[in-house]
């Protein structure tokens, strides 16, 4: 029969797919985040230090001098995660001066003591933490394995600490703060900590302060907590963010003064984010020929977004000093800096970074219970396959269950652009929950005559969002990532990166495009998947900036294309797909390398620290991370899974065997996931997670493909009609309900 129908051409959704994956692919490597700014330059830099302070308590300021002041400066959110999820005062202060994420030691409780000692300076002594204390912090900065060097911009430049908060007392003092502002000895000058004899966070006597740390090229004010600035216990909430906003009021009004901003910079951010539940952190830079716009960096390529080791490299950048080495984090630049910018032009940037720490926290709320109600589905999606296969239940709301987890992380990533943050986290649970509901009962009704078209569609619409604009929705959607964990900020998180995989071998699989179909051109099933796994290495590899991902897509795809299309599977053929993923990210490196420094993704930089010899400690950290998930209580039931699966395969029972005869491309599809499933657990270090979540996934998919191909029909779970199928697909006879399971 001619692919052209009678009387008209008939629609080869093949065909129509590979338009879709080539529009898809064209739309991601021309969204690729890649934002480039403008560097900043200053004589000097005076860093403000605002503890707990968030975006949506400077929206609600009641400080007119701190509202100024974000109304002319450059914005951002700053991510306040250091090495192991430590936000406490030390790790904060550490990670800033080593530039490179850290953490404290857990007897440290945040305190950090110092001594005063003599100094060079005339008439004048230094402090000094406490040796074992100091050794302790930096023995843990080497066990991170991030390669940070607390006290790197001490030891790079002058720094002077003015903490108003804290006094000096009989040669003792007790600030974790000095951790930002001390060399790699530990060691902070006490001429240039300037700080009042009393302790009382007075104007006066901050102005005394800036005075006498007038020629210090950087200058770092520390700010009253909440409990310091009201004298009392600590608050919480708006009466918190009020008290302690009214009495920064003329502290930051009297550093706004003293710095002329037409030849130096004035660097606000939060010092630690102590809120419940934990939120994004404030970065707001005044400086030279910058009056406006957004601040990125090439740790997150991603506008308005930075992190915590981004601090001290931009630091040493405006003043025209390049960052030591071991410094990992990457000097901020300003995107549309305008010194001019208009009323509404600020109103709208600040909406925007408001908008930005409202969504992270309600992500971050919802995303447990969005998993959960999902888990909670794939044990009913279990339950209703076994009720149907053996105690005859209907099997139509089992099969709308299938699709409806199918329809999940379609709709969060769908959702992904809307204003969601106002509905709070149960709304968006809901909105999730309920879309997915009506996406998966569509898809159910496509399937009354073919009962393969509704999965076919779900999953390559799940793809192909994902390919064409999972880059720049990862951080709004729930199955992206969190900007307040500050794993990463652009291109495919591991989540990203195991729905587009998944979702491609299912197409392959469901969609029968290793087989010939007379409704459609030769050659196009085999093209159709040719295009759209080559189409998912290129944009997870090359615009998701994902290792783990080429050296886990590729082999994957590779034996899927052997699998789907019936060619024997040699060992020189996964060889070879081993050899091919590290070519790719090779050339992925190379490429990303060739950008400049500033828009180079981690890939890149990754690249440059191995090609440098300090790379080392980034590989093997990222190894103890994944090798740390095979040894969690869960992981037992997920080495089980896998083996009971290979098992399955290798020795499939009769009735497995029934139902690959009315669905012969279940064994491939179990052969490609189960190695995309060890490839996904041994390259990324999110290890073992990724099989589980794999597990998850193949769940609704392998209840779905038993009901639809494998002879049940409602209210009928006849052996015999299973049987007589299964005699007729191989030859055998036998009853399949006496094989063994």
């Given at each position: ?41 200053a ?25 100024e ?8 959110s ?16 550490a990670?800033i001066s ?16 110092l001594?005063a ?14 040796p ?8 843990r ?7 940070a060097?607390?006290?790197a911009l001490?030891s790079?430049?002058?720094?002077a ?30 001429r ?35 409990s ?19 009495a ?17 910079a ?8 102590h ?22 960096t ?18 040493l ?41 409202e969504?992270?926290v ?9 998993v ?8 009913a ?5 076994f ?8 099997r139509?709301?089992v ?11 379609l ?34 009704w ?12 779900v ?12 880059n720049?929705?990862q ?6 990532y ?6 990463r ?12 995989g998944?979702?491609a ?21 085999p ?23 080429l ?5 994957t795809?590779?034996?899927?294309w ?19 993923a ?7 490196a ?5 950008r400049?420094a ?8 990754l ?17 103890a ?5 095979f ?19 290798v ?24 190695t ?10 999110s290890?073992?997670r ?52």
């Amino acid at each position: 029969m001619s692919w052209r129908a009678p009387g008209r051409r008939a629609l080869c959704w093949k065909v129509v797919l590979i338009g879709a994956v080539i529009a898809a692919t064209a739309v991601a490597l021309l969204t690729a985040p890649h934002p480039a700014g403008d560097d900043v330059a200053a004589g000097r830099v005076v860093v403000l230090l605002a503890p707990d302070l968030a975006w949506d308590c400077v929206d609600r300021a009641a400080s007119p001098a701190l509202t100024e002041l974000v109304d002319h400066a450059a914005l951002g959110s700053l991510s306040m995660q250091t090495a192991g999820g430590d936000t406490s005062p030390v790790a904060v202060a550490a990670t800033i001066s080593a530039g490179a994420r850290t953490s404290d030691t857990p007897e440290g409780a945040g305190t950090l003591p110092l001594t005063a000692v003599p100094s060079n300076t005339v008439g004048a002594e230094d402090y000094r933490v406490e040796p074992n204390r100091w050794a302790a912090l930096t023995r843990r900065a080497g066990d991170a394995g991030y390669g940070a060097r607390p006290g790197a911009l001490g030891s790079s430049t002058e720094v002077a600490l003015i903490d108003a908060a804290v006094p000096g007392s009989d040669g003792h003092r007790d600030d974790p703060t000095a951790a930002m502002a001390v060399d790699l000895d530990g060691v902070l000058s006490k001429r240039s900590v300037g700080v009042p004899g009393d302790g009382t966070a007075t104007a006066s006597g901050l102005a005394g302060a800036l005075d006498a740390t007038a020629d210090i090229p950087v200058v770092m004010v520390a700010l009253p907590a909440a409990s310091d600035a009201t004298g009392g216990a600590r608050a919480s909430g708006a009466d918190r963010c009020d008290a302690q906003t009214r009495a920064w009021d003329p502290l930051i009004a009297r550093v706004r003064s003293h710095v002329d901003t037409h030849r130096q910079a004035l660097l606000l951010i939060s010092s630690t984010t102590h809120t419940d539940p934990e939120r994004l952190g404030v970065v707001a830079l005044a400086a030279p020929d910058v009056g406006g716009g957004v601040l990125s960096t090439a740790s997150t390529n991603a506008e308005r977004f930075v992190t915590l080791p981004d601090v001290a490299p931009t630091i040493l950048r405006a003043l025209g000093e390049d960052p030591p080495a071991e410094m990992t984090g990457q000097p901020m630049t300003v995107i549309g800096a305008d010194a001019g910018a208009d009323a509404a032009t600020v109103a709208a940037t600040r909406r925007a970074v408001v908008d930005d720490g409202e969504r992270a926290v309600v992500r971050d709320a919802a995303f447990p219970d969005v998993v959960a109600a999902w888990a909670v589905l794939a044990v009913a999606i279990l339950l209703g396959c076994f009720a149907v296969t053996r105690l005859r239940f209907r099997r139509t709301p089992v099969e709308m269950l299938c699709l409806w987890s199918m329809s999940v992380p379609l709709v969060s990533f769908v959702v992904a652009p809307l204003e969601w943050q106002r509905w709070g986290s149960w709304g968006l649970w809901t909105v999730v929950v309920l879309g997915a509901m009506v996406v998966g009962g569509v898809a159910w009704w496509t399937t009354r005559r073919r009962p393969w078209v509704g999965v076919v569609t779900v999953m390559t619409a799940t793809w192909l969002v994902l390919a064409a604009v999972g880059n720049v929705v990862q951080m709004s959607a729930i199955f992206g990532y969190s900007p307040i964990d500050g794993g990463r900020f652009a291109g495919f998180g591991n989540q990203a990166f195991l729905l587009l995989g998944w979702s491609a071998l299912v197409i392959c699989a469901v969609g029968r495009l290793g087989e010939p179909d007379r409704s459609c051109p030769a050659g196009s099933g085999p093209a159709a998947m040719a295009g759209l796994l080559v189409a998912g290495v290129i944009v997870d590899g090359f615009v998701g900036a994902d290792v783990g991902g080429l050296l886990a897509l590729i082999p994957t795809s590779v034996v899927a294309w052997y699998v789907f299309t019936g060619r024997p599977l040699r060992w020189r053929v996964i060889l070879g797909a081993v050899v091919a993923a590290a070519a790719a990210v090779v050339a992925a490196a190379l490429i990303d390398l060739s950008r400049p420094a500033e828009e180079r993704t981690h890939l890149g930089r990754l690249a440059d620290r191995l090609l440098n010899g300090s790379g080392r400690d980034v590989l093997e950290r990222k190894v103890a991370t994944m090798a740390s998930t095979f040894v969690q209580l869960w992981a037992p039931v997920m080495v089980i899974a896998v083996g009971f699966f290979i098992w399955r395969l290798v020795r499939p029972s009769t009735r497995s065997l029934a139902i690959e005869a009315a669905d012969p491309s279940l064994r491939p599809l179990g052969i490609a996931a189960l190695t995309f499933a060890v490839l996904s657990a041994l390259t990324n270090d999110s290890g073992l997670r990724m099989t589980a979540a794999l597990v998850g996934l193949g769940v609704a998919h392998a209840c779905w493909s038993t009901l639809a191909e494998g002879g049940y029909r409602d209210g009928d779970a006849s052996e015999d009609d299973r049987a007589a199928q299964f005699t007729a697909a191989t030859g055998s006879v036998g009853s399949v309900g006496s094989a063994g399971s």
